[in-house]
């Protein structure tokens, strides 16, 4: 038996601390704070998922909140180009744990029609970790609304036994994109 199935073994008999989680996680669901980081087209389409029609305030979302510090969700929408991925890695450490990230649109996920150009990032799961992806050149408002849905339901399944901002030590596993003279690399790279 692997770890993770004795964990799993050990919440199943443990009733209060199932019990627990679910009432956490309701509550984390029901409140994410995103921060909107609009960088191109995508963006227009998340300030319609924010407006009237579409209203995501339904899901627990009041408004996009104006700082790291206090958002749990950052919505990486458009292209982002290799000047602008510091900034992007930057607002996210500085975002409290837990923490998501959604990825929309082509540019933001893959780089897009610009993808392998000299100043576009290919993709910002390069960077940071990703949890939803939402497909599309700009994706549609309701197509945001379905990420949402989705996180929800990632937050919904997680434990605070298993969960990795849950324990003392966070590793970062992303590398932090450093802007050079050459443009960006990663750390250990160097310039040659």
């Avoid at 849905?149 to 970062?172: A, C, D, F, N």
Wanted: proline share 9%; aromatic share 8%; net charge negative.
């Amino acid at each position: 038996m692997t770890e993770e199935e004795h964990i799993a073994e050990q919440i199943r008999r443990n009733i209060i601390i199932t019990t627990i989680d679910k009432i956490y996680n309701w509550g984390r669901r029901s409140s994410v704070w995103p921060m909107g980081f609009g960088l191109a087209c995508c963006a227009f389409e998340m300030i319609c998922a924010a407006a009237s029609r579409f209203d995501f305030a339904r899901f627990g979302m009041e408004m996009m909140r104006p700082t790291p510090r206090q958002a749990d969700l950052l919505i990486v929408s458009g292209t982002v180009t290799k000047k602008m991925a510091p900034q992007v890695v930057r607002l996210y450490d500085q975002m409290p744990e837990p923490k998501y990230v959604l990825a929309m649109g082509a540019c933001a996920i893959s780089g897009g029609p610009f993808k392998d150009t000299y100043n576009v990032v290919n993709g910002i799961d390069t960077y940071l970790p990703v949890d939803v992806y939402v497909p599309g050149c700009p994706p549609r408002p309701e197509a945001l609304l379905e990420g949402f849905i989705k996180l929800h339901q990632m937050i919904e399944g997680q434990t605070i036994l298993t969960s990795p901002w849950y324990r003392k030590e966070v590793e970062r596993e992303m590398p932090v994109p450093i802007l050079g003279p050459r443009g960006l690399v990663l750390p250990g790279e160097g310039h040659e």
